[in-house]
């Protein structure tokens, strides 16, 4: 058999992975533009579309040329569309979803119904091969639905060609059968085509993603930053980077083992993926470290950290954990700046983010600690900036109080508009754990003037207190 029970399952279930696979138009466009292709492409389309018009206005000229104003008047508007097309792909931007639509409906239809009109000159060669042109741009940039109903459009072009065919030559209905068989098979294989790559992307996807938890790895976040930054258009949003540590994984596998391990590590990526807006990027970069990347108003930084801190560290959990977190930001007009590395950008935040969460963890754990957002070396001329975190800091421990703070510049009193590097972590009780049993909600008030001290510098940073 050419194929058993098991290989017909797996073959079944990817075609329909594969039907109802959703288009990503914009993804696919993005792909060729991050390898500076898209010019390419465009000068590429836009010539084979000029030379299909350019085969049918010589074909005008030809003795065989069928008469008639009406088939004139047919051909003339098809040639015109076709120019039109190659100056929207060579001189206009890259066309949109629906324009590209547009596109394959005005090919697909115009050369069926200008190869019918022009059967003397224009065999069914000419017709098929357009369309193969139309079936390759769909392969790239659109789904297996428009393709399907392309590819069942071109077999009823090729069908009513050869019939055509078949009546000029004296009705000889083997050669209809004959054009029409070798017509289908090459206009059912760009269908085979697609699918193929389709598998090929899935694998390399699946290479972006972590296997144990399923969300993304440090390559998928690398290639997927662009897509959160492409829906979001405010310039008073920041891009934020939140970095998560389990604090003491190593007492989860010592004391209950791997296996609980990792059933600890998929239950903390789900409570993150619920915690989190859902189009934020939610990673696993580590044995037990996580990060989280959203586009959010400054206000909002404080009640997302938090709410991740108490959504992983649920009561009554088998293999209780709790995890220190560093949260760090930039502006996203720091990202549409031009020359900018997306991913280099989002890799030096991640490294200020890591050296916040070091500081939640030294601090006992179960917290969160703020890396200020500051410029990055992208932002604008005159701006002072510390993207690196070996930057300089001075660290102050106030024992009688447990106060810890790490700061740029002496004091740690600086305002969120000055530009300077800083990172501060909230005040710790009980050497930074709660006083509630589980260590996960918030504990007792401490004392007013230390609560009054503690806010008192994380005020100025924008920053709210929390009681960890």
Known sequence: MLLDAAARHATVRLVREWWHTPTDYAAQVEYFAKRSLTGLIQFLVGLGVGMVGLIVMIAQWSVDQPAGVAVRAVSVVFITA??????????????????????????????????????????????????????????????????????????????????????????????????????????????????GIWVLRNEANEASNDPLTGLLNRRGLNLHIDD?????????????????????????????????????????????????????????????????????????????ADRIRVALCGRGDHAPITASIGITAAAITHFAESGCDHAELLGDLVARADEAMFVAKRGGGNA???????????????????????????????????????????????????????????????????????????????????????CSLLSCQGAQCFRC
């Not at 392309?150 to 060609?161: Q, Y």
């Not at 492409?230 to 998560?244: F, L, P, Q, S, Y």
């Not at 890396?371 to 930057?391: D, K, L, S, V, Y």
Request: aromatic share 8%.
């Open 228 to 304: 959160l930054l492409r829906g979001h258009r405010k310039r008073t949003a920041d891009v934020v980077v939140i970095v998560i540590d389990l604090d003491r994984f190593k007492v989860v596998n010592d004391r209950f083992g791997h296996g609980v391990g990792d059933e600890v590590l998929v239950r903390c990526a789900h409570r993150l993926e619920s915690a989190v807006h859902g189009g934020a990027l939610v990673a696993r970069v580590g044995g037990e470290e996580f990060v989280v990347v959203d586009v959010l108003q400054p206000g909002d930084w404080a009640s997302v």
């Open 368 to 454: 969160v600690s703020y890396c200020r957002r500051c410029p990055t070396r992208f932002g604008h001329r005159g701006e002072p900036f510390a993207i690196h975190p070996r930057a300089v800091r001075r660290r102050s421990v106030d024992r009688r109080k447990n106060q810890h703070s790490i700061t740029g510049r002496p004091g740690g009193q600086q305002d969120w508009a000055s530009g300077h590097t800083s990172i501060t972590r909230p005040v710790l009780q009980n050497g930074g754990a709660s006083s509630s049993r589980s260590g996960c909600g918030p504990a007792a008030a401490p004392p007013k003037r230390q609560a009054r001290d503690a």
């Open 82 to 195: 076709m120019y039109v097309w190659s100056w929207v792909w060579w001189l206009r931007p890259w066309p949109s979803y629906r324009l590209s639509r547009a596109f394959i409906i005005n090919v697909d239809v115009g050369v069926t119904v200008v190869t019918l009109l022009n059967q003397k000159v224009l065999s069914g060669m000419f017709g098929l091969s357009a369309l193969l042109l139309v079936s390759f741009y769909i392969i790239f940039f659109d789904g297996p639905k428009a393709l399907a109903v392309h590819s069942c459009w071109a077999v009823s072009s090729i069908a009513a060609i050869s019939v055509e065919i078949a009546m000029i030559s004296g009705g000889d209905p083997v050669l209809a059968f004959v054009k029409l068989l070798s017509g289908g098979a090459l206009a059912v294989a760009p269908i085979a085509a697609h699918f």
